[in-house]
T-cell receptor, first 114, second 112 residues
Framework: NAGVTQTPKFRVLKTGQSMTLLCAQD?????MYWYRQDPGMGLRLIHY???????AKGEVPDGYNVSRLKKQNFLLGLESAAPSQTSVYFC?????????????FGQGTRLTVV | SQQGEEDPQALSIQEGENATMNCSYK?????LQWYRQNSGRGLVHLIL?????REKHSGRLRVTLDTSKKSSSLLITASRAADTASYFC????????????FGTGTSLTVIP
């Protein structure tokens, strides 16, 4: 059982380039999330999804777009990367909404924008 | 934002000692969870405590919740070198959609 898998694990982008981060979960979870983790800031929610075909903005959505075309996949896109988007990105999924159950996290994607 | 804050930011102890870290949050919650993050890895769930609970145990972990003070503590007893990690509390925010909100974390170093 793989859990939550993120690809790629590392990436270096030039300012203005675009990329897509892929998150896949095999636990049949309805709810999926994208976070970014910066030193001293903890994890901040970028976007989330409450089911296939749905997305919603989190705490820091600017500069990112997401799609949930299939239940098991949640994609995070950067259309025009900026140095401020240098961060570690984590995807997570959960069975229920509202923190009634635990969230499962991927291993993270370390993104550097130069 | 509904963000918890852990205290202390960093903690260094000898193997075998107990480690206590605290989490404070701003508004009322339904649930609070603690997570561990080893260096370079994703977060791993440790324990969930609901707002109507005051204390929960899981192995060497003891979590308390004081909703009147809007705070929680995580106690790790008889620490091991393998406990070296960052520890985060996560709270929900019923008024703003119940998403997970994470604190800034406590970095724990257990010296063998």
């Amino acid at each position: 059982n793989a859990g939550v898998t993120q690809t790629p694990k590392f990436r270096v982008l030039k300012t203005g380039q675009s990329m897509t981060l892929l998150c896949a979960q095999d636990m049949n979870h309805e709810y999926m999330y994208w976070y970014r983790q910066d030193p001293g800031m903890g994890l901040r929610l970028i976007h989330y999804s409450v089911g296939e075909g749905t997305t919603a903005k989190g705490e820091v959505p600017d500069g990112y777009n997401v799609s949930r075309l299939k239940k098991q996949n949640f994609l995070l896109g950067l259309e025009s990367a900026a140095p401020s988007q240098t961060s570690v990105y984590f995807c997570a999924s959960s069975l229920t909404w509202g923190m009634n159950t635990e969230a499962f996290f991927g291993q993270g994607t370390r993104l550097t924008v130069v | 934002s509904q963000q918890g804050e852990e205290d202390p930011q960093a903690l260094s102890i000898q193997e075998g000692e107990n480690a206590t870290m605290n989490c404070s949050y701003k508004t009322s919650i339904n649930n609070l969870q603690w997570y561990r993050q080893n260096s370079g890895r994703g977060l791993v769930h440790l324990i969930l405590i609901r707002s109507n609970e005051r204390e929960k145990h899981s192995g060497r972990l003891r979590v308390t919740l004081d909703t009147s003070k809007k705070s929680s503590s995580l106690l790790i007893t008889a620490s091991r070198a393998a406990d070296t990690a960052s520890y985060f509390c996560a709270t929900d925010a019923p008024r703003t959609g119940n998403q997970f909100y994470f604190g800034t974390g406590t970095s724990l170093t257990v010296i063998p």
